[in-house]
């Protein structure tokens, strides 16, 4: 997950962010998610729904909106420190670290 640090001449808030989204996820699940810029929910686990859109040319980008809501939660928990490396996103999920290199392995 990465701040959002370019705004042209808008001042960023440090909780923006976006979560970047591997080509070989569009290539091996291509009808997961909407089209480019539709929005979607994604629902946490805490049960609130956040608005989200695939975005960037090559559909690089998982953007929540409001931007900085996503960033508020996971700035604060300190991922690294709590074992977490990924996002599982079925509604949306913290995974333990490797899962993702796990998950990656398995399709690839």
Excluded at 45 to 66: F, M, T, Y
Excluded at 71 to 80: A, D, K, P
Aim: glycine fraction near 6%; charge should be neutral.
């Amino acid at each position: 997950m990465v701040n959002q640090c370019t705004a042209g001449s808008r001042k960023r808030d440090p909780d923006e962010i976006y979560i970047p989204i591997a080509g070989w996820i569009h290539d091996k699940f291509s009808t997961f998610f909407p089209e480019l810029d539709v929005s979607f929910d994604l629902l946490l686990p805490s049960a609130q729904k956040l608005s989200a859109q695939v975005s960037s040319p090559g559909e690089k980008l998982l953007i929540p909106s409001p931007n900085v809501d996503l960033g508020i939660r996971i700035s604060g928990m300190q991922l690294q420190k709590t074992g977490i490396d990924s996002l599982r996103i079925d509604k949306i999920n913290f995974t333990r670290i490797d899962s993702y290199k796990n998950f990656k392995n398995e399709y690839i």
